[in-house]
């Protein structure tokens, strides 16, 4: 990214910004700045100058000299930039400004939720070559003919190794496992939000539609997983998220983009309940410890809130641990719509966006909590080295699928 920052207004000659203001000449001012923005006037996008009238001086000052940026930056944010949007949103973000014109990051501030970012940002990547797409279509199993489902084989290749798995989980969480203080992760999920947040110029900060902008407060957010409704529906919820991740799933060749599969696939886990009393308890309460969130929901984020007992690990590796767990849900809470429904596209979607989800925490992690590692599910890394990191950056926080082989 490279901004102009030259001290030099849009207006090549006569007075500066400041001057112009402190003159009173407000509208006239902001009215042209808004015309350069806007380019070809599109009557789709009505002067904002109604709403800027009534906002007081600090804030009709950091529109003028947002509207100024963009002015002189329009040019080289490459496709996708449309200046009308850019200065209604600059009108509609003046209110929630962190940085006054002149702070350091007062242009960051501009290029991002006007989203100047978010088309700049992808516009310097290239899209995956021939082969790499070939692979990607293999990887997302476009390239094969819907074959049959065998779910019948997912009793013997994936039931057995799963309920011994959650057995396993189940000793993590005894009667009188000691409640985590859910202050602290509050405080926790207030520094990854902040972080994410204030990084600088980054793909997460660029979504202007995203959650960093509309008021999504993570720290409000979370909720003990335990409160979480425990019935049936969220039973084979639980149960159908695990059995997502499963290899065995694709190999009985399931594919997720066909509602006939996820049909079968549900009503072979809803006989597994029913049939097994111990797997119907076990989901019901390792739900109460795991952590969820509904696809593009942005109220609640359920996370394990219990210390778990000696069986899970040391004590001490705990907080790290749920640290880890609050910035990889905080990465699915920043999932682009398009990009979730793009997933659902894949016959391995659930996997590919978990995987993916992966690998961007593990991204975060590298600062957030050095040493921790990251389990990266499917064939992310795969694509990330076909496709490249930024691209699956771009099409995960923007929607921009087309660079991994999604559009
Ligand atoms: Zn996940």
């Known amino acids: 990214m490279s901004l102009r920052k030259t001290k030099r207004d849009a207006f090549a000659e006569g007075p500066t910004l400041d001057d112009r203001l402190a003159t009173g000449d407000v509208e006239q001012l902001f009215r042209d700045l808004e015309s350069l923005v806007r380019g070809d006037d599109d009557p789709g996008y009505p002067s904002r100058w109604g709403d800027v009238a009534d906002a007081d001086p600090a804030q009709q000052r950091w529109v003028v000299h947002g509207l100024d940026l963009l002015a002189r930056n329009a040019d080289n944010a490459g496709p996708g930039f449309s200046g009308p949007r850019a200065a209604s949103l600059i009108v509609d973000r003046a209110r929630w400004r962190r940085f006054e014109p002149g702070a350091p990051r007062f242009e960051e501030e501009v290029m991002s939720v006007s989203g100047w970012l978010e088309a700049a940002l992808p516009s310097s990547l290239a899209l995956p070559g021939p082969a790499a797409l070939t692979r990607l279509a293999e990887i997302h199993g476009r390239s094969t003919a819907g074959g049959a489902f065998d779910a019948t084989a997912l009793t013997t290749s994936v039931l057995p190794g799963l309920k011994a798995e959650l057995a396993g989980e189940a000793l993590w969480w005894g009667a009188s496992s000691e409640p985590e203080d859910l202050s602290w992760m509050e405080s926790v999920a207030a520094s990854i939000q902040g972080f994410v947040r204030d990084q600088g110029p980054s793909f997460p900060s660029a979504h202007v539609a995203g959650p960093l902008y509309d008021g999504f407060d993570y720290a409000a957010s979370v909720l003990d997983a335990r409160a979480a409704d425990d019935d049936e529906d969220t039973r084979l919820a639980f149960l159908r998220r695990r059995v997502h991740l499963a290899d065995a799933l694709y190999a009985a060749g399931y594919d997720h983009a066909r509602p006939d599969h996820r049909e079968i696939l549900d009503d072979l886990l809803d006989e597994w309940l029913a049939d097994d009393p111990e797997l119907d308890d076990l989901a019901g309460l390792l739900l109460g410890h795991s952590p969820s969130h509904e696809a593009g929901e942005r109220t609640y984020v359920h996370l394990p809130a219990h210390v778990p007992t000696e069986a899970w690990g040391p004590r001490e590796s705990w907080r790290p641990h749920l640290h880890a767990v609050m910035v990889h849900e905080f990465v699915h809470v920043l999932a682009h719509p398009a990009f979730t429904e793009a997933i659902e596209t894949a016959a391995d979607g659930p996997l590919l ?10 991204d975060l992690l590298g600062v957030l909590v050095p040493d921790h590692v990251w389990t990266v599910h499917g064939s992310a ?14 099409a995960y926080y923007l929607g921009r699928v087309e660079f991994v082989g999604l559009d």
């Open 353 to 362: 966006a978990e995987g993916i989800a992966d690998l961007l925490t593990a």
């Open 381 to 394: 890394a795969e694509i990330r080295d076909l496709a490249g990191a930024d691209q699956v950056k771009a």
